[in-house]
């Protein structure tokens, strides 16, 4: 298994930049008019559509996901990088680390700005602003991780819809619980992935370097088998 190529697409790269710049361009929107940002009669119709007693199985997945979205989450992803370390893919290990750790980054730089406040009807402990949702960029940073590092790439097309949809999940059991508003979870689902895209293409050198020697590894040795042919003439 090898890791995959970034996009050759220019407008992939385009959107891994500007997409973590609008977020926060949003944050300081938000800053700027206190409780009341544009959007905000979306996300009050939204958080009164969702959400319900605390109990159930659409109680126990958003909770699941909540907890995975935490600590949990993180033993997680170390179990995941010392997989990787083992089978001497340390480059995909530096990868993983570096886009949670940007993304993480970029999510508290975007809570800071914004200093948005979290419904009051909060029905979960939370911690630090609403806007983005740190729970959703850790999972669309996680699904992108996923794609670059495991996916074989003739699978791709196959994983990106699974990844939309989990990104969704965890989207809409932030919102079930009333943690975060709609557009919390919007910003910080457009950060994890964009900035685990924009970390795809910055480790593109480690990563082709990876690739090139664990092709080289499975390569069938073509040079001695031609040589043992030339013996036999």
Not at 22 to 50: K, T
Not at 58 to 81: F, S, T
Not at 89 to 110: E, H, I, M, N
Not at 202 to 207: I, Q, V
């Amino acid at each position: 298994m090898t890791p995959n190529g970034f996009p050759k697409s220019r407008t992939a790269l385009a959107l891994a930049v500007l997409v973590p710049l609008a977020v926060v361009g949003d944050a300081l929107w938000i800053r700027l008019a206190p409780g009341a940002p544009p959007w905000q009669a979306l996300d009050d119709s939204w958080n009164g559509l969702v959400g319900g007693p605390a109990d159930g199985v659409r109680w126990q997945l958003a909770q699941l996901l909540n907890r995975l979205g935490g600590d949990p989450g993180l033993a997680l992803l170390a179990i995941a990088v010392v997989a990787l370390l083992i089978v001497r893919r340390w480059r995909s290990a530096v990868f993983a680390l570096a886009a949670v750790a940007a993304s993480a980054l970029v999510v508290d730089l975007a809570k800071r700005v914004g200093e948005r406040p979290r419904p009051l009807d909060v029905m979960v402990e939370t911690g630090s602003w609403a806007f983005p949702s740190g729970h959703a960029a850790r999972m669309a940073a996680f699904v992108v991780i996923v794609a670059v590092v495991w996916i074989p790439a003739r699978h791709l097309r196959t994983w990106w819809p699974v990844a939309v949809f989990l990104t969704v999940l965890m989207m809409g059991a932030r919102t079930w619980q009333h943690a975060h508003w709609l557009t919390d979870t919007v910003g910080g689902a457009a950060i994890g992935w964009a900035v685990a895209a924009l970390v795809w293409f910055a480790c593109t050198p480690l990563l082709d370097r990876e690739r090139e020697l664990r092709e080289a590894l499975d390569a069938p040795p073509v040079a001695e088998s031609a040589a043992g042919e030339d013996a036999l003439r």
